[in-house]
């Protein structure tokens, strides 16, 4: 077994435990849920196993996580990013940000920072169907033009609008407004 494989191998171990401690399941709740022996949950988790996509989904599915989750690195349980480290799209010339929030992938979701000055306005980019965004103004007020319909978005208020139509953002204030856009696609909204 070569390296990568070893250390594949260990990670799920790893996981596979934690996951199945956490949900206070024996290997033999694992096995009957998954509908997989209890031998070859036990060699998974020695670190030696070499399971196939089909052990893989199954036991997964009785985890009820992906499959990515079962092969992901462990991460840091604390992050710190500074300022200087986050990702800013400039909107237009005249200096409108968009600071992507999230250090790591959130499957279907994304968390923006906005910094639009005096007088400015930007379109947003429609989402697939379904979408919802939801618009919080930190400082300062922001017009949004959804769908043909203007909302005023003052300091503290929330507009949540269907991120899938045509949308933009206007800074009419004499200061530059400062706001947050959590974006969740259809398919991770209950309904």
Same mark, same amino acid.
């Given at each position: &077994? ?6 594949? #191998? ?8 934690? $996951? ?27 670190? $030696? ?6 052990? &893989? ?22 992050? $710190?990013?500074?300022? #200087? ?17 999230? *250090?790591? *992938? ?7 920072? &906005?910094?639009? *000055? ?7 980019? *429609? ?30 208020? $929330? ?33």
């Amino acid at each position: &077994m070569d390296y990568e494989s070893s250390n594949l #191998s260990s990670v799920l171990a790893q996981n596979l435990i934690e $996951l199945r401690s956490k949900r206070n399941y024996s290997q033999q709740v694992l096995s009957n849920l998954s509908k997989i022996p209890r031998s070859t949950i036990a060699h998974l988790e020695s670190g $030696l196993g070499n399971p196939t996509l089909f052990h &893989m989904t199954k036991i997964a599915a009785a985890l009820e996580v992906s499959v990515e989750e079962l092969l992901q690195q462990p991460r840091p349980t604390c992050l $710190l990013k500074k300022a #200087s480290e986050f990702e800013r799209e400039k909107k237009n010339k005249k200096g409108a940000f968009v600071y992507k929030l999230l *250090p790591d *992938p959130i499957p279907g979701t994304e968390i923006d920072r &906005m910094e639009i *000055p005096k007088n400015i306005r930007f379109p947003g980019v *429609p989402h697939t169907s379904g979408t919802k965004e939801y618009f919080v103004c930190e400082k300062g007020q922001v017009t949004v033009y959804v769908a043909g319909e203007t909302y005023v978005v003052n300091e503290g208020d $929330l507009l949540a609008f269907p991120g899938d139509q045509a949308h933009a953002y206007h800074n009419k204030g004499n200061i530059k407004a400062i706001c947050y856009s959590v974006v969740v696609r259809a398919s991770f909204i209950k309904r």
